[in-house]
């Protein structure tokens, strides 16, 4: 089944209790490391955010098909794979942050998980229930709620035949050939 291009849901803002953005955002508070022995994804998906005040409560309110707002240097730290398969586990469609750890960026892309970069995201006005629209080849955001758009960096080469394969290891079965092989995600 073929990937789809634009993406729409509702937007989750990963904001504190004083409306700033959370940063730094490290992967044992997305998946806490005495969770690790799981490893079923779906049984994952109930851990997600349970290590982070004020939203611990996350995997009992989201819904298929939404999309995270995140703020600078999300998913720090370990190289903790959970904390990705979580929220694909949960339908996370894709997460949108200033910036991501390396390592959190590089399992997100390899899972097939879209992660997009945008300068100043919590500057563009997105707001926790709104629904957005997300070209994933151009990068372009689109706040359904309000009608202001912004950008992020749209999905390079690889990572985009990796999403439309369904992972890295679907995408090497596959044969794991890219438009641009030097393309770097």
Excluded: C
């Excluded at 109930?46 to 290590?51: D, R, S, T």
């Excluded at 390396?102 to 945008?118: C, D, K, Q, S, T």
């Excluded at 500057?123 to 997300?134: R, T």
């Amino acid at each position: 089944m073929a990937k789809p291009m634009k993406l729409s849901g509702r937007i989750w803002a990963l904001r504190g209790p004083d409306g700033a953005a959370i940063e730094n955002i490290d992967t044992d508070m997305i998946y806490h490391n005495k969770h690790l022995a799981v490893t079923d994804m779906n049984e994952m998906a109930q851990f997600i955010f349970g290590n982070l005040d004020g939203w611990r409560d996350f995997p009992g309110k989201v819904k298929p098909g939404d999309i995270l707002f995140v703020g600078k240097n999300f998913g720090s730290g370990s190289s903790r794979q959970h904390a990705v398969d979580g929220f694909i586990a949960l339908g996370i469609q894709a997460i949108v942050g200033e910036s991501f750890g390396a390592i959190y960026w590089r399992n997100a892309v390899n899972a097939g998980m879209p992660v997009l970069r945008a300068p100043d995201v919590f500057g563009s006005g997105i707001e926790s229930g709104q629904e957005v629209e997300i070209d994933l080849t151009t990068g372009e955001i689109t706040n359904l709620s309000s009608g202001k758009a912004f950008a992020a960096g749209p999905m390079g080469n690889i990572q985009m035949d990796v999403y439309k394969a369904g992972g890295l290891f679907e995408y090497g079965r596959q044969g794991g050939k890219s438009a641009m092989p030097t393309d770097v995600v």
